[in-house]
Nanobody, 122 residues
Framework: VQLQASGGGLVQAGGSLRLSCAAS????????MGWFRQAPGKEREFVAA????????YYADSVKGRFTISRDNAKNTIYLQMNSLKPEDTAVYYC????????????????WGQGTLVTVSS
């Protein structure tokens, strides 16, 4: 499955951005899509994930209550709505996908989109 991410940019602290990730295939049953991010000088980390069926969502503690992951099956797209952004949210954000269940381990995701840069200024 090919993934295409978009929506990054520059925003002030407290602001909002929405990232999108379009998948190249329909009928992605048993597929989980997620977002990871990598800040300068840091390891890539899990942010959020959602089943293609939409039955469950998962979040890193650092973004709970501020970020919302959702999907639009008709558009083969998932979204990451990011509110109350903080400078520490600055990172390159990557969407990723895998079959057969949720994981927060990036090594278990086989499909990756290109990164999109999110910069939050203080």
């Amino acid at each position: 499955v090919q993934l295409q991410a978009s929506g990054g940019g520059l925003v002030q602290a407290g602001g909002s951005l929405r990232l999108s990730c379009a998948a190249s295939r329909r009928s992605l049953s048993n597929y989980v899509m997620g977002w990871f991010r990598q800040a300068p000088g840091k390891e890539r980390e899990f942010v959020a994930a959602v089943w293609w069926s939409g039955r469950s969502t998962y979040y890193a503690d650092s973004v709970k209550g501020r970020f919302t992951i959702s999907r639009d099956n008709a558009k083969n797209t998932i979204y990451l709505q990011m509110n109350s952004l903080k400078p520490e949210d600055t990172a390159v954000y990557y969407c990723a996908g895998r079959f057969n269940g949720y994981s927060d381990n990036e090594d278990l995701y086989g499909d990756w989109g290109q990164g999109t840069l999110v910069t939050v200024s203080s």
